[in-house]
């Protein structure tokens, strides 16, 4: 049976929802994020927005300089996730196997249903449109790596398929900025070894691969020929439960850093708080909270400590540990906690929000 994978993607989720909640500002230039005048960092910002150059993890006072028409709105995450849940149960309708990524975004497996990956992707995305007057963008492919790919292909509003038969032309031609875990810093060495392609990166072997890039090379030597072995994950088996995102832009200053660790931290609170109604377990006194952060040249570090549940100001504090360890741009950033259950054997089956 061949995998039939589709990614959603909502657009610019927070910005859309904002929109539709004030009709009046339809048209207009339009972000989400802190204010200009306590040093304010931007979550989002509509596509009206980027046509003048205002991006995600932004200093709120940079967008106004370049956009000072730009309506900045206060983040307000309790919408945001009651939107995210009346979505995933549209998902619910078509597939059992579902691995969110976020509020906005997830892997839904439906090899199982004799319909065309593609038609189930429009059916899910008519259904959103229909219910929520919120646009969605969908990739599907056979595996995970691709319909990633292919959801950012026709957005906003739009899907595309990668068929597998057209998998290895189709990665030939692909820059390899579009891989996952290519960002700009990597982008700039491949470039340095004559490599924008992935069809220039096949040219190398695991072994040169492994020898410029280290253990991330060999990842490399798959991507670049489209394949992904991993599987949707629902549940899994854990002592800890984290959650963790990828961004487009390096995260450049602590200050950006910490913009995007307020939603964060609310996102995975509230994927903690689903998880204890799922799986009937509560926290125990004993735990650790943690950071991880993946810097631009793909070091990484976690800090952590005791603490007694998800705070933000603890968070927070594990942040600056974290970012001071290093003078880099941040490209990734997780939050999470360890449980250490009184007992032997005692194990809390909890589900793990991953990002690509």
């Known amino acids: 049976m061949q995998a039939k994978i589709i990614h959603i993607d909502m657009d610019c989720f927070y910005a859309a929802i904002e929109m539709r909640e004030r009709p009046e500002l339809a048209?207009?230039?339009?972000a989400v994020g802190g204010s200009s005048?306590?040093?304010g960092v931007l979550t989002t910002c509509n596509y009206?927005?980027?046509k003048y150059g205002v991006r995600s993890a932004m200093p709120t006072f940079m967008a106004l300089q370049r956009c000072p028409q730009l309506v900045v709105l206060p983040v307000r995450f309790d919408l945001y996730r009651r939107e995210s849940a009346r979505i995933r149960?549209?998902?619910a309708r078509w597939t059992e196997v579902i691995q969110p990524l976020s509020l906005d975004e997830a892997y839904l497996d439906v090899s199982h249903r004799p319909e065309a990956g593609a038609a189930i992707a429009a059916a899910i995305r008519r259904e959103i449109f229909a219910?929520?007057?919120l646009t969605a963008s969908a990739g599907i492919a056979e595996n995970k790596l691709l319909a990633k790919i292919a959801s950012d292909w026709r957005k906003p509003n739009g899907q595309f398929e990668i068929a597998p038969e057209a998998v290895d032309v189709f990665m030939r031609e692909l820059p390899v900025r579009r891989l996952w875990g290519v960002g700009r810093v990597a982008g700039e060495r491949?470039?340095?070894l004559g490599i924008r392609t992935c069809g220039d990166l096949r040219r190398l072997s695991r072994i040169e691969l492994h020898g410029h890039f280290g253990k991330w090379g060999l990842e490399l030597y798959d991507l670049a020929r489209g394949i992904d072995p991993r599987p949707v994950e629902t549940?899994?088996?854990r002592k800890s439960l984290s959650t963790e995102e990828t961004y487009q832009q390096d995260l450049p200053t602590l200050a950006a850093c910490e913009a995007k660790l307020a939603l964060l931290v609310a996102e995975f609170t509230a994927e903690l708080e689903a998880a204890r109604r799922k799986e009937g377990a509560t926290l125990t006194p004993v735990q650790k909270l943690f950071v991880k952060l993946k810097f631009a040249?793909?070091?990484q570090t976690t800090a952590e400590r005791p603490g007694a549940g998800p705070r933000l100001a603890d968070y927070l504090e594990l942040l600056a540990e974290a970012f001071g360890r290093r003078d880099q741009p941040v490209r990734l950033m997780g939050v999470g906690v360890r449980f250490e259950p009184p007992g032997r054997g005692v194990q809390l089956r909890l589900p793990l929000e991953e990002s690509e």
């Open 27 to 30: 048209g207009q230039p339009l």
């Open 37 to 39: 005048d306590r040093r």
């Open 48 to 50: 009206e927005a980027r």
């Open 89 to 91: 149960a549209i998902y």
């Open 131 to 133: 219910e929520t007057g």
């Open 190 to 192: 491949l470039a340095a």
């Open 235 to 237: 549940n899994r088996e």
């Open 297 to 299: 040249d793909f070091t």
